[in-house]
């Protein structure tokens, strides 16, 4: 079964500092779909970033990057010159990308992100 | 346009009574999927519908949980005789197809049983 771990319950960044949150992942399979997903206190879960397994060169939306690391199966998010409204919960998740009868997200016990003016 | 809704946002049930839970996914989208989200935790998968189809229920965690689709848009989430451990947030989100990467959550319904 796949599994996803966010090992940091909790981590604080000073207002335009750049933070790292990692995520590591289990799976056996190879095609699949990695996600970072952002959930402020209004709970309303958004996509902020995804990578797919087959691609090498890491994905970057704005001042968000990954790192994904295949072969160790991590895929870490970073947040570049961080703003107020970064603050949130941030999920890792992960999705197989497989034509079958599920396209389940197996998500993170997540990373509450808390931004320091 | 208009995003995932669902309805009630919040929701008091005194255990042992049955609740529904509704969402409305965005028009046109095939797939729907219910989440529960226990406090301080990750969204946990419940069920898959693809249109009227429910594919996947293995999320369900008991036989008092029942979800529907009849017409392929509109989904609900019924839990009956409700326990403690139902308490959480019930998270809705659609997708335009089933091999779509992107899901769109709803803002969830929180249930409280006391």
């Known amino acids: 079964a796949q599994t996803v771990t966010q090992s940091q319950p909790e981590m604080s960044v000073q207002e335009a500092e750049t933070v790292t949150l990692s995520c590591t992942y289990d799976t056996s399979e190879s095609d699949y779909y990695l996600f970072w997903y952002k959930q402020p206190p209004s709970r309303q879960m958004i996509l902020v970033i995804r990578?797919?397994?087959?691609?090498?060169q890491n994905a970057t939306e704005n001042r968000f990057s990954v790192n994904f690391q295949k072969a160790a199966k991590s895929f870490s998010l970073k947040i570049s010159d961080s703003q107020l409204g970064d603050a949130a919960m941030y999920f890792c998740?992960?999705?197989?990308?497989?034509?079958?009868?599920?396209?389940?997200?197996?998500f993170g016990t997540g990373t509450l992100l808390a931004v320091q003016p | 346009g208009a995003g995932v809704s669902q309805s009630p946002r919040y929701k008091v049930a005194k255990r042992g009574q049955d609740v529904a839970l509704r969402c409305d996914p965005i028009?046109?989208?095939?797939?729907l999927f219910w989440y529960q989200q226990a406090l301080g935790q990750g969204p946990e998968f419940l069920t898959y519908f693809q249109n009227e189809a429910q594919l996947d229920k293995s999320g369900l965690p008991s036989d008092r949980f029942f979800a529907e689709r009849p017409e392929g848009s509109v989904s609900t989430l019924k839990i009956q005789r409700t326990q403690q451990e139902d308490s959480a947030v019930y998270l809705c989100?659609?997708?335009?197809?089933?091999?779509?990467?992107?899901?769109?959550f709803g803002p969830g319904t929180r249930l409280t049983v006391t």
């Open positions: 989100a659609s997708s335009l197809t089933g091999d779509s990467y992107e899901q769109y």
């Open positions: 990578q797919e397994a087959y691609k090498q």
């Open positions: 028009s046109g989208h095939v797939s």
């Open positions: 998740a992960y999705k197989m990308n497989y034509g079958g009868a599920t396209n389940k997200l197996i």
